[in-house]
C-alpha cells in the first residue's frame, strides 16, 4: 500500500528539489516588514512577526513493502501585537497579501480586548543579536523516493536479519526535512535562517515461546553524511529487542539504578523544566530560588553550547530575536543560570537568558567510564531502557514510572526485567548522581551518557 499526502503543491514540484523553497529568504524578510508596517498603521504600538517554509519528504516500509511515502510542503504566518500591555496574536498559512492584511487585523482586535499585563512586550532591544553567525544548520538531502526506500528496507531487513526469533516488524522509516524562516520585531530586528534535520529509524518485533517484545532505534542529524548508516541503525533495533525476550521481575527493594543514555537526557529535560520561568513564576517547580544553589551532585557539570555547529539544537538567536551565547549552566552541581524568555523573567525581576522556545544543546560532562565501566560500578543494581508513565509532580519532584531494563549482579548484566516501578524524588535523584557515562548519544538537544544514581525504591508488579 502506498499513501501519498501533498499539502499546498504538486509531487512534480515537490520531487524538483533544485529550486528548495519558492521564496527567498529576502523575500521572507520583505513580508516581516510589510506584517510590521501593517499592525504599525493599525495602531498597534509594537508587533513581531514570523515567516516560515518548511519541505519534507518521509518514507516507511514493513516487511519489505512500502507502507507510506509522504510529501509536505507548508508555509506560514504568525504576528503578535501590542496596544501598550495589551497583546493579541494570529497566524495564518496563506501568505497573499489579502490573507496577511486580514491577520494583523484579526492579532488587533483580539489585543483591544484582552487584559492589560505589564510583563508583556518585545524583547529588551539591548539584548538582540547583531550578529548572526552561519551555524552550518542547512544541509539538503538530495534522495530520490526510491533510493529513500531502499535505506528503509536495508534498515528493516538488517534488524530482521539480527535473529531468528526477530518475528515481525513495526517498519522503518527515512526522513528528510528543510525550512526557512525570518523573524522580524518592530524594534528593527529581522533575521532568519535556513535549516535542515533528517532521520532513519527502526522498530521491530520478537518472540520467544510466550514471550513478545519490541524495541527501536534511530539516528538524527542536520546533514545526511552525519546519520549512522541504515543497517547501523537495523542491528541495533534487533539487537535491542532480543535481548529483552525471556523478561522476569524483580524483588522490591532499595538499589543502585543506572539511567540508559537514551533515557538520561530525559532527566536533563526535568532540570530544564525546574528552572523554566514559566514554572518558576508559577511557582510549581521543586527548584524554587535555587540559583547559586547545589541542586545536583557536585560531579556534575552541565554546559548550554548554543553555537555548535550543525547542533540540532544550535540557534543564533532564540523565538524573540535575543542573542544566545554558550555557558555554564550547573558547575560542580550548583545552579549557575535559568531558562528565561522576557516574559518570564520581567515576571521574576531577571533578564532574558535568551532560552525563549528552549534550551540549546545541553551538555553534561561525562567522566571516563563506558557501559560496561559504570555496571561494573553499580555492581547489583537495576539498569534501566525503558520508561512507561509520566508519575513526575514537578512541584514536589517526587518520581515515580513504570519501567523495563535489566537486572546487574556483581557489574554484569543477569538477565532481562519488565513490569517494575522506579520511584525517587528528583531533587535526591539529581543529588545522588555518582558517574556519568562517556557512552553519549547526540540524538536531540540534550547530550548525556548513562547516569547511575546510587539508589532508588525498585518495585516488581508481583
Not at 540559583?291 to 552541565?302: C, D, F, H, P, T
Request: glycine share 10%; charged share 20%; proline share 2%.
Amino acid at each position: 500500500m502506498i499513501t501519498v499526502f501533498c499539502e499546498e503543491t504538486s509531487v512534480k514540484d515537490l520531487t524538483e528539489r533544485g529550486s528548495r523553497f519558492s521564496y527567498t529568504l529576502d523575500d521572507l524578510k520583505g513580508l516581516s516588514d510589510e506584517v510590521l508596517k501593517l499592525a504599525r498603521n493599525a495602531g498597534a504600538s509594537s508587533a513581531e512577526a514570523e515567516v516560515s517554509l518548511g519541505i519534507g519528504q518521509n518514507v516507511s516500509v514493513r516487511m519489505g513493502e512500502t507502507e507510506t511515502i509522504e510529501y509536505n510542503r507548508d508555509k506560514g504566518m504568525s504576528v503578535t501585537v501590542y496596544f501598550g500591555q495589551q497583546k493579541g496574536h494570529a497566524s495564518t498559512s496563506d501568505l497573499s497579501a489579502q490573507a496577511l492584511k486580514d491577520t494583523v487585523a484579526a492579532a488587533c482586535n483580539i489585543a483591544r480586548y484582552t487584559a492589560q499585563d505589564e510583563f508583556c512586550g518585545l524583547a529588551d532591544p539591548a539584548l538582540l543579536a547583531q550578529d548572526i553567525p552561519d551555524l552550518d544548520l542547512y544541509h539538503p538531502w538530495d534522495i530520490s523516493v526510491d533510493d529513500a526506500l531502499a535505506l528503509a528496507v536495508e534498515c528493516e531487513q538488517a534488524a530482521r536479519d539480527t535473529d531468528t526469533r526477530i518475528t515481525n516488524s513495526e517498519g522503518a522509516s527515512v526522513s528528510t526535512y528543510e525550512g526557512l524562516f525570518s523573524y522580524a520585531n518592530s524594534n528593527d530586528f529581522n533575521a532568519g535562517y535556513p535549516s535542515s534535520r533528517h532521520g532513519i529509524s527502526c522498530s521491530v518485533i520478537a518472540e520467544a515461546g510466550e514471550s513478545m517484545q519490541r524495541d527501536y532505534w534511530y539516528t538524527s542529524a542536520r546533514h545526511a553524511g552525519d546519520l549512522a548508516s541504515a543497517r547501523e541503525v537495523g542491528l541495533r533495533a534487533g539487537e535491542r529487542t532480543v535481548r529483552r525476550l525471556n523478561a522476569g521481575k524483580v524483588k522490591t527493594g532499595q538499589v543502585p539504578v543506572l539511567f540508559e543514555a537514551p533515557l538520561a537526557s530525559g532527566l536533563l529535560s526535568h532540570l530544564v523544566s525546574a528552572i523554566s520561568g514559566g514554572s518558576l513564576y508559577r511557582k510549581s517547580s521543586f527548584l524554587l530560588d535555587s540559583l547559586g544553589k547545589q541542586v545536583m551532585s557536585s560531579l556534575v557539570n552541565i554546559e548550554e553550547l548554543a553555537h555548535t555547529p550543525r547542533g540540532l539544537a544550535s540557534s543564533p538567536f532564540d523565538n524573540e530575536g535575543v542573542a544566545t551565547r554558550s555557558r555554564t549552566l550547573v558547575r560542580n552541581g550548583v545552579l549557575e543560570g535559568y531558562m528565561l524568555g522576557s516574559y518570564s523573567a520581567r515576571k521574576l525581576g531577571m533578564q532574558s537568558t535568551g532560552n525563549a522556545g528552549g534550551n540549546h544543546n545541553l551538555v553534561i560532562l561525562h567522566g571516563d567510564l563506558d557501559l560496561a565501566g559504570l555496571l561494573r560500578q553499580m555492581g547489583t543494581g537495576l539498569f534501566v531502557t525503558e520508561l512507561l508513565g509520566h508519575g513526575i509532580n514537578m512541584v514536589t519532584g517526587d518520581y515515580s514510572r513504570g519501567a523495563a531494563g535489566f537486572w546487574v549482579e556483581n557489574g554484569v548484566i543477569a538477565y532481562p526485567v519488565e513490569e517494575i516501578t522506579i520511584a525517587g524524588n528528583l531533587a535526591d535523584m539529581f543529588m545522588n548522581i555518582v558517574a556519568v557515562g562517556n557512552d553519549v548519544l547526540v540524538q536531540g538537544s540534550k547530550q548525556t551518557g548513562s547516569i547511575l544514581i546510587e539508589r532508588m525504591t525498585v518495585a516488581s508488579g508481583e
